[in-house]
């Protein structure tokens, strides 16, 4: 299969003018990220959801920021051609200028990142544009902020009032004008997207938030079956989360009755005639993974 073009931010550009959708999804592995790309996926996330799914925390806010830069650049060697997108933690762009300006720094260079993510409203204008001046490509994260979820004392939409949707509108448009890139807006009704798609310019991402977007973002794991209860806006397409199980299951099962399949190793011809059982294999006969070792004691040859 022919490798595709990169997604850039130009790519995303032409896409939303011609009016053409662009996929995105919170993904944490190459592996996923990978097949994802195979697959179309343009744009991918690492978001500090990882904090729930792949850590186990019940909260986003956990989320390491030395981890979240390692599976930010995790999915950019699994998916080159893909564009990444970094999520910056609770508090890691909160206490200074400076110090935000030093963690999205070591997101675009250790973490390989094309884009980071903050979750603001528009009192953060200042520093998204210290940031774009800096040369981070900054996507701002409008409408419900799960960073804030212990203020709002649980999950909760926003933008359900006119006058919550004409803030929701007002923090978009300064983020454009300090330089945002992109915008994401989550968990708000149709009527606050269409007004903040007609209101910038840049290419807006939706999750929860209906399909007057240009682009749209689910986690993996909720798109695939894997998470126990999803958000409400997150519809699956397939129940892996059933078909681990049965895997798993099924190679209990296997290695219960000595059926674990593949192609075992064999010995060398007559090999096992030299060959004390009682006494350990010397050095040159070690075999792993198909390699045979000619390291003697100590690691010399």
Same mark, same amino acid.
């Given at each position: 299969m022919r490798p595709r073009e990169p997604v850039t931010l130009k790519?995303?550009?032409?896409?939303?003018?011609?009016?053409?959708?662009?996929?995105?999804?919170?993904a944490y592995d190459a592996t996923t990220a990978r097949w994802l790309e195979r697959g179309g996926v343009h744009?991918?996330?690492?978001?500090?959801?990882?904090?729930?799914?792949?850590?186990?925390?019940?909260?986003?806010?956990d989320a390491p920021i030395?981890?979240?830069?390692?599976?930010?650049?995790?999915?950019?060697?699994g998916a080159p051609r893909t564009l990444v997108m970094a999520d910056m933690p609770f508090m890691s762009y909160h206490a200074s200028v400076e110090g935000a300006m030093a963690n999205a720094a070591r997101f675009m260079r250790e973490g390989l990142a094309d884009v980071v993510k903050l979750e603001v409203d528009?009192?953060?204008?200042? !520093?998204? +544009? %210290?940031?774009? /001046?800096?040369?981070? $490509? @900054?996507?701002?994260?409008?409408?419900?902020?799960?960073?804030?979820? #212990?203020?709002?004392?649980?999950?909760t939409a926003q933008g359900r009032t006119e006058e919550t949707l004409e803030q929701l509108v007002r923090d978009a448009v300064a983020m454009e004008r300090a330089g945002a890139v992109l915008i994401l807006v989550e968990a708000v009704p149709d009527e606050v997207t269409e007004r903040i798609v007609k209101s910038v310019s840049v290419p807006v991402i939706g999750i929860?938030?209906?399909?007057?977007?240009?682009?749209?973002?689910?986690?993996?794991?909720?798109?695939?079956? !894997?998470? +126990? %209860?999803?958000? /409400?806006f997150?519809? $699956? @397409?397939?129940?892996?989360?059933?078909?681990?199980?049965?895997?798993? #299951?099924?190679?209990?099962?296997?290695?219960?009755?000595?059926?674990?399949?593949?192609?075992?190793?064999?010995?060398?011809?007559?090999a096992?005639?030299?060959?004390?059982?009682?006494?350990?294999?010397?050095p040159d006969e070690r075999k792993h993974d198909g390699r045979v070792s000619t390291q003697g004691p100590g690691g010399q040859p």
């Open positions: 790519t995303l550009r032409r896409m939303a003018a011609r009016g053409e959708k662009f996929a995105c999804l919170a744009v991918l996330l690492a978001g500090d959801s990882a904090a729930q799914v792949v850590l186990g925390y019940e909260r986003t806010i030395d981890f979240l830069i390692q599976i930010t650049a995790a999915l950019k060697r528009e009192t953060f204008a200042p !520093l998204v +544009d %210290r940031l774009t /001046r800096a040369g981070v $490509p @900054v996507c701002a994260h409008v409408g419900f902020r799960p960073q804030t979820t #212990a203020v709002l004392g649980g999950p929860g938030a209906g399909t007057a977007c240009h682009g749209q973002i689910l986690v993996v794991h909720d798109l695939l079956g !894997l998470t +126990d %209860r999803p958000p /409400r997150a519809e $699956p @397409v397939d129940t892996l989360g059933e078909r681990i199980r049965a895997a798993g #299951a099924d190679w209990a099962e296997r290695v219960r009755t000595d059926r674990i399949g593949g192609v075992r190793y064999s010995m060398r011809d007559g096992g005639a030299r060959t004390d059982p009682a006494k350990p294999a010397l």
